[in-house]
């Protein structure tokens, strides 16, 4: 899939705020889900708000509140994702019991 040249730019910026440890293990996480969601609204490339969108549904819920923040941070208003920002979507709210 394609990328827009400004897209590339914002999955970089937030990557440089992640610890360098799993700097790439994110990356590739936001990378993959801002396509998903870039495939869902039927695109050909992605764009900055596939990149937020895919960056907030691999963040943990309970770290997303800091995430309004950053979306001001990069001149984008958070109301616009308020339904990413607020769902638990792809996380379990409680482990599976491993049996242990």
């Known amino acids: 899939m394609d990328w827009d040249e400004?897209?590339?730019g914002v999955l970089a910026t937030l990557c440089r705020m992640v610890?360098?440890?799993?700097?790439?293990?994110a990356r590739?996480?936001?990378h993959d889900e801002a396509?998903?969601?870039?495939?869902?609204?039927?695109?050909v490339s992605v764009t900055v708000n596939d990149v937020l969108r895919g960056w907030i549904r691999t963040t943990p819920p309970e770290q997303r509140n800091g995430l309004v923040a950053v979306i001001e941070s990069l001149g984008l208003e958070p109301e616009d994702y308020a339904d990413e920002l607020e769902s638990?979507?792809?996380w379990?709210?409680?482990?599976?019991?491993s049996g242990m």
Do not use: K, N, Q, Y
């Open 6 to 8: 400004t897209a590339e």
């Open 28 to 30: 590739a996480a936001a």
């Open 92 to 97: 379990d709210e409680e482990p599976e019991d």
């Open 35 to 43: 396509e998903s969601v870039a495939s869902e609204r039927g695109a």
């Open 19 to 25: 610890p360098d440890t799993i700097r790439e293990l």
């Open 88 to 90: 638990d979507e792809g």
